[in-house]
Structures are given as C-alpha cells and as structure tokens.
C-alpha cells in the first residue's frame, strides 16, 4: 500500500513538469491531532477527522469562510435557475493529483456516490438530482425548494472519476464504498487538494506533500509537506508541543490552556464552538417531567454561567439555546435564567415541594469535562429536592444506553453537519418516530407537533430572512416550554509555535485551510 | 522434556480456549461498534444493515462457533478499525512493544544486577543506603508520573529560579537544578531500520535510540526497585550459607567468591520472578505507550477498548495468554538448566 502511493506520486512527478507555485512551499509542518483519519475515502465516514483530511486533500466546491459565509472553491459562481434549481459554473483547468483534468463529469460521479454513501445519503436527501450541461456547468435539482442546498454544497468535493472507476487487479469495483475491509478508495487517493497523501501508517502516522500543479495559485500557503502524528493523550499532545516536537496541536484540553499561553512560544487561539451540550428530559420515564412547570424549574436550577466558569474554566459559551451565534435561528432574547428561589417555586405550583428521584447518565470520554458537568447538574437539582442517582460511562457503553433511553436524564453534544439550526431539531426535539428516523437522539421524549410542523415550513422556505424569523421563533417555544436542559457550546482551541500563523485558515467548523497555512 | 513441552501446549490451548470464551461473554459490556463505524446521524435502519452484515445480530453461540471455527485455522477475523485481519495488526504492533520491554530490560539488568551486589556485600555503605532509599520511593510511584515527571524535566525542561541569580553561587545553583530537555516525548521517531517482516527497529539509529530512552526509563521503574530489592535479599542470606564461608576459609578471592559462587544461586529466583515479571511488563506498556503515544499493542489494544473494536481486543487477549504461557515455559526450563537439581513436571525422577 505504502509502496502504491509512492509508485503513484513518483509517476505523477515524472509527468507533471512543476509549476510556479503562489508561494515558495518549502517549509515543513508537524502536527498532533487526537486521532488520524480512519480511512482516505472521504465518503466512508461523517466525522470531524475526515472532513478535516477532506480539505487538506481535496477541495469543496465552495467553503465556508470563518464569518460563517461562503466563498468559491472549486465553483467559481453559481445562481439560482428557479426554486429548486442552482447552476453551477466549474473552475477551468484544475488538475487531480492523477493528472486528470476536473470536468463536471467528475461532480456528477462525486454526487452519485454521495447518494450511495451511508453516512452521506441523508445530508443530500432533498436532493433529486445533477444535471451536465457542458463540461463546465452543472446543476443540482432539488424535489422542493431547499434553503440550505449552498450548505451542502460544501460537502462535494469532487473525485477524480476516471481514477475511481474500472476495476482493481483482484476485480474489484474501484468506486465500492466500504464501511469495514479495504476498498480501493480508502487506500488509495486523487483529489484536486493541495496535498497529496505519500504515506500513510494507520495510527502511527500519515505524511502529507504539497501537490505541485495545484490549481489556486493564489494561496499565500508556503507549506510543502505534512507529517500528522495521532496523539490521544491531552498531555502527551500538549507536551509535545512544548518540547518542540510538533509545531501544531488540536485540541488543546482545557486544562492546559494556561499552561500554553504562558509559554513564550506557544501560541494559542480560542473559538466559542457550534456544538451544544444539552440533558434530555424523560417524558415517558418520569411522569412529572410531562408537567412544563417541572422543566422549567428545572431549567431555572440549572447555572450555565457556573459551571462554564467554574467547571470548563471559561472554556465554554453558555447557553440558553440550540443554535449558537451566526446561526439562522439564534435567538438573542434567549439568556441563560439561573434562579433557585424561582425554581423552588415552580416546583412548588406543580405540586413537587418535597421532590422526587431520577437517573441520570452521561459519558466520562466523549465531551470535555463531561462527567463532571453531569456531577454538578446533580448537585444542582439537589436543591430543589429532585434527587439523582447519577451513573457515567464510557462513551463505547454509553451510547448503546442512550439508544434504549436507558436514564431519565441523558446527555448529549450536538453539532449540526448543515451548519443550520434545523438539524438540532431534526435530530433532538421532534416527535420520535422510527420510521421517518425523525427525533433520532431525543432522549426527552418531548413531542411537539406544532414545532415541528414550522420547522418543516421553514425548510422549504428559501428567503432566509423569513427562514430565520421562523427558526428564532422555534428557539422561543422551545425555550418557554424547557423541551430540553442547555448547557453549553464547547470551545474550540488549537495551538502552535509562534511562527506558525493558523488563525487566518482556522474556523468554527474545525477543519483548518492547511492548504492556506504560512509558516515564518 | 517431550512430555513436558507437550503438556505446556495443551495447557496454553486450554488458556486460549478460556479467555476467547471470556472475552466474548464480555462483548455486549464493551459497547456498540457501530458507535465508531458511522456518523451520529446515520439512521437506525442502515445501522441494523450493517450489523446484520457483521454478523452482530446473530446469537452469541453462533458467533463464537464461527469464530473459533476461524480461529482453529489461525484467522482470528478481522479489525473493524483497522479493517485488515487482527493477527496482522498485532504482528504490525507488537515489535514496537517488545523493543521497549527489551530496552527497559536492559536498564532493570544492567542496573539491579550490581546496586543489588553492592547493596549486599555492604550493606552499611552511605551509597548502599541511598540506592535503598531511591529504590522505596520509586516503587511507589504510579508509572504514568515518573512519566509525565520525566516528559516535564527531559523533553520541555524546566528553568528553576528558586536561588537568588545575582549572587554566583545562587546561579550556579538554579543552573544545576535547571535542565535543558531535547529529548522526544512521543513516538518511535522516523529512522527506524526494517530489519524483517513486521520489525522496524529503533535499536539502530541515534534517534531511535533517544526515542527509546524515556519510555524505557518510565517502564523500568517499576521493576527496577523490586529487583535491587529481590537481589539484594537472596544475595544476604547465599552469603549466610555455609558454602560461602568454607569459601572463604578456603582463601579464595572475595570477587570469586560473591560474583561467581554466590552469585550463580542468587540468580535462581530472580530468572522465576523475572519471567513471570517480564509477562506483566508486556501488559504494564499500556499505560507508558499511552502517555507516550508509543505505537505498540499496549496503545493499540486501550484504543480498541475505547472503539469497541471486540475482534482486536479477544486477538489481543489471546495473544498475551501466549506470551505468558511461553516466557512461563521458557522460564521452567532455563530454571532447570541453571539448576539441575530441579525436576521439570512431567520428566521421570
């Protein structure tokens, strides 16, 4: 496998005559990750580690910029035909790593697969189909019209069509997309990214050089190779950066922050995160939590700010809400309401004065700090008399539990792949049903028809000002009815030498423009 | 000899046969590993397609009859991780561990042989007294703290100003308690020789080597107190014995004395503890791999625990239980070559 990809970089360096880059890229990167990517075909799996070696590999059609906005990647501009029609216009004359020359051929086959990949397939469900009308336009169709079609659009990165078809020496389909044994595809790669991947050692670690005819030209990015190193242990990761081992890191355990900013070289960026970390209440567990009075209370006893100061150590945005800022459906007005007295009080008028017992679960390994945020939620509801018999797990054990709904209160960190406040919804507070797959995750049981009906309404709305009135409304019901206990969006932090600049390519997303990245 | 050998195989099989069970009555209690396979927002329907396409939802008397099918015929299936068959991923891991049980042998050899020596022909030496001291203290630190201690002073360095600087001695002082680091803190390095197979040794480059000093050093500290300790004692009481002192009466010279009479039966008794030691050490490396994210079994199988990677995990178990039983064997019979009074189980007297 190794000695493939190599056979393949080194026929490809005798074929292409190198070009002038936008910059000088010479300069070397190690990085740490937690984890390397667990398979080099970029439909295999949804996860933040493959979208991050997506852009490093490949390119979007368009991409999110760090204001939450887009900018054109590999389409250079793109308009709406009518409600459920945009056509795109392709960037001429970008190369794959193969050298084969990108055409809309090559979108529609990437679209096709997309639609063939489980992890991928309910993204482009509203999705109807891709028309070709020349070799430098296309159009994607949606069955109605569809808000967020630029959205997803951020997740076709086109493939190099004629390098993924035919068939392997042992007959296989080159294209298969495989969840476990090897394909074709998740050994081998060409993408039009910047990087091409020369080396790859499952766990150990995955090197990575800059791809000599890569199209944008015009990227400040001086960076010619990439060694990533998984490194699973915070302290470990951290200390590697410090020792001079590794000159970038992600993510940086909160409890190390100090420790970094402190330190003459390191430099440390922080960003408020998208995912939210919320508790689930039971409606069909417990009957009292069927009583809005009862959420609420509990919604009153709950002290976001606490426990993002005390317990994230800052390292947290609290929350009121699903959607954080920049969202379509934040809600300003939405603050967290912190008030025992108040709670005590409704659990009073409910008729709960002297309480009652629950359960409660949460993961110890999955979010940061997240047994300890479930500790003091305990705590919290001690006082108003609603005793909790708290058990945390590892998330391997965890989420088989979650999928029976096997506490009362479960908790859970959403981040939605839309970048849209409707797949909070979607996933966490519509009326469960199996069948449509509807409120997959909602661990409360709570089932709102009227909610979710606007939410429907607003995903096939596509004036986005009338979108988002819609979805700010949905927080404010949600928010008065206490569907759910927020708590907070986690941070975001990376950290690298000094002379590494990564604020410019890094983003609230968390997949860096590595292919933008300077070094001094 | 025959008979004895024989016995042992059996009695490995039977502990493979034993912990492949355990491991799989274990199964459900280590999670979900479609958790790891697919996004959060996969739904449930193509879940259950792809655990009926991994034989997840068939009942566990047939999973494990299809296993041990397979695995009577050295097929012990297939990572879901890694997708390639477990006993590759091991054999691609396990060098990586073995070098540093070697390396941290090394040290325990190189170093308890001779304290312990000294410890005992002078037991009332300042120095033997300190190595004593030491010794008490490094047993009872946990292994990942002489770890993240050593990472702190070695690879980042530490500037200490606890002297006053603008008086000579007081910088000399905060120099010698200061130290530079420099040396890795994770991983193998990159110059590492192919040497056969699966082996890609770090024992043959200067910065395989430096790679190889911290994880040693952190894992050796564990034993290397117990077998100062251990030599320490039984060269006391040889030196007791009777044969020791006609020694002595006799006029032979005291290095002949201690290194090669005395010497010889200390020994017998430290290769038992050392044996079954080394077993152990093999399952102490996943806490040092861990902390310096060393890419042997020991980091291998904690991420597969965490992955619900089960197919990985039983491999990995059984193969320790190999381990274990051969280095067991291998110790029960240079235990009889150093000692020819003892009976191996199974020979006729």
Not at chain 1, 168 to 192: P, R
Request: aromatic share 10%; net charge negative.
């Amino acid at each position: 496998m190794k000695k493939l990809i190599a056979a393949f970089v080194g026929s490809m360096a005798l074929a292409s005559a190198p070009v002038a880059l936008g910059a000088e890229a010479t300069k070397e990167l190690k990085m740490a990750y937690d984890a390397d990517p667990v398979t080099l075909d970029i439909h295999e799996q949804l996860s933040g580690g493959i979208l991050q070696l997506s852009h490093m590999t490949f390119d979007p059609l368009l991409r999110w910029t760090s204001d939450l906005g887009f900018e054109p990647r590999l389409a250079e501009s793109w308009e709406r035909v009518d409600e459920n029609t945009m056509r795109f216009k392709l960037r001429e004359g970008v190369k794959f790593h193969s050298g084969n020359e990108l055409t809309a051929a090559d979108v529609k086959f990437t679209f096709d697969r997309l639609k063939q990949s489980q992890d991928f397939k309910a993204i482009f469900k509203p999705f109807s189909g891709i028309n070709i009308i020349d070799d430098y336009t296309f159009e994607l169709v949606t069955s109605e019209p569809y808000p967020l079609l630029l959205n997803t659009a951020t997740y076709i990165f086109p493939f190099d069509s004629k390098f993924y078809s035919g068939q392997t020496q042992d007959g296989k389909d080159k294209s298969a997309i495989l969840k476990h044994g090897n394909s074709f595809a998740s050994e081998n790669l060409s993408g039009t990214g910047p990087y091409t991947v020369t080396e790859r050692k499952q766990g150990v670690r995955v090197e990575f050089e800059r791809f000599d005819d890569y199209w944008d030209t015009e990227s400040p990015g001086n960076v010619g190779k990439i060694v990533l190193t998984p490194i699973k242990e915070n302290n470990t990761r951290v200390s590697a950066l410090l020792s001079g081992g590794v000159d970038f890191i992600a993510p940086v355990p909160p409890n190390d922050l100090e420790r970094i900013r402190n330190d003459k070289n390191g430099n440390l960026v922080t960003m408020s995160g998208t995912r939210i970390i919320l508790f689930h209440m039971n409606q069909e567990r417990v009957e009292a939590f069927k009583n809005p009075k009862v959420r609420q209370a509990i919604a009153y006893a709950i002290n976001q700010e606490g426990i993002a100061a005390k317990i994230m150590k800052g390292f947290a945005t609290p929350a009121a809400q699903m959607s954080p800022e920049g969202y379509q459906g934040y809600n300003e007005s939405l603050t967290p309401r912190f008030d025992v007295a108040k709670a005590q009080e409704l659990m009073k008028e409910a008729g709960y004065e002297d309480g009652f017992t629950i359960t409660m679960m949460a993961p110890n390994n999955r979010y940061v700090n997240d047994d300890k945020i479930a500790q003091a939620v305990a705590a919290m509801l001690a006082r108003i008399n609603i005793k909790v018999d708290l058990k945390t797990l590892p998330k391997a054990q965890y989420w088989p539990e979650y999928d029976n709904r096997a506490a009362d209160m479960m908790m859970i960190g959403w981040h939605a792949d839309t970048e849209d406040s409707a797949n909070f919804y979607e996933f966490l507070t519509f009326c469960p049903d199996a069948d449509s797959g509807a409120g997959q995750y909602n661990a409360g049981n709570y089932c709102n028809p009227e909610i979710d009906a606007l939410v429907q309404k607003a995903n096939v709305e596509t004036d986005l000002d009338k979108r988002a009135a819609m979805l700010q409304e949905v927080e404010q019901r949600l928010y008065d009815d206490a569907a759910f206990v927020p708590l907070h969006w986690q941070d975001l932090a990376w950290a690298a030498k000094k002379n590494v600049k990564i604020e410019p390519v890094l983003n609230v997303m968390n997949f860096p423009y590595l292919g933008d990245l300077v070094i001094e | 000899m025959l008979a004895f050998l024989v016995q042992r195989i059996s009695q490995a099989f039977l502990v493979m046969f034993v912990i492949s069970v355990i491991a799989f009555a274990i199964q459900d209690g280590l999670g979900d590993p479609l958790q790891e396979m697919v996004g959060m927002s996969v739904s449930e329907e193509e879940r259950e397609a792809i655990r009926e396409e991994l034989g997840l939802n068939d009942p566990m008397v047939v999973q494990y009859l299809r296993f041990a099918g397979n695995a009577l015929q050295g097929d012990l299936g297939n990572s879901y991780f890694y997708s390639k068959p477990t006993l590759e991923v091991i054999a691609e891991h396990l060098p990586a561990t073995l070098e540093l049980v070697i390396g941290a042998s090394l040290i325990i050899v190189f170093l308890s042989v001779p304290i312990g020596v000294y410890a005992a022909i002078r037991p009332q030496a300042w120095l033997s007294k300190f190595f004593m001291g030491v010794s008490t203290v490094g047993i009872s630190i946990p292994v990942f703290l002489t770890a993240i201690v050593l990472i702190q002073l070695f690879s980042i360095g530490v500037t200490v100003n606890w002297f006053p600087s603008d008086t000579g001695w007081g910088q000399w002082l905060n120099d010698f308690f200061s130290t530079e680091g420099g040396l890795p803190s994770y991983g193998r390095g990159d110059e590492l020789t192919h040497l056969f197979g699966t082996w890609e040794s770090g024992f043959f480059t200067g910065t395989g080597l430096m790679h190889l000093v911290l994880p040693s050093v952190s894992l050796a500290s564990i034993m290397l107190p117990l077998f100062i300790r251990l030599i320490r004692a039984e060269m006391m009481e040889v030196l007791q014995s009777d044969y020791v002192r006609y020694a002595r009466a006799k006029g032979l010279s005291a290095g002949r004395i201690n290194f090669l009479h005395a010497l010889k039966n200390t020994m017998l008794p430290v290769i038992t503890v050392g044996g079954v030691q080394i077993g152990i050490m093999v399952a102490y490396t996943i806490l040092t791999e861990t902390v310096f994210q060393w890419p042997g079994v020991g980091l291998m199988f904690l991420e597969a625990i965490t992955r619900s990677d089960i197919p990985l995990i039983v491999a990995y178990l059984m193969v320790v239980g190999l381990i274990f039983v051969v280095t067991n064997t291998l110790v029960d019979l240079i235990y009889g070559l150093v000692n020819p009074t003892v009976k191996l189980t199974g020979k006729k007297a």
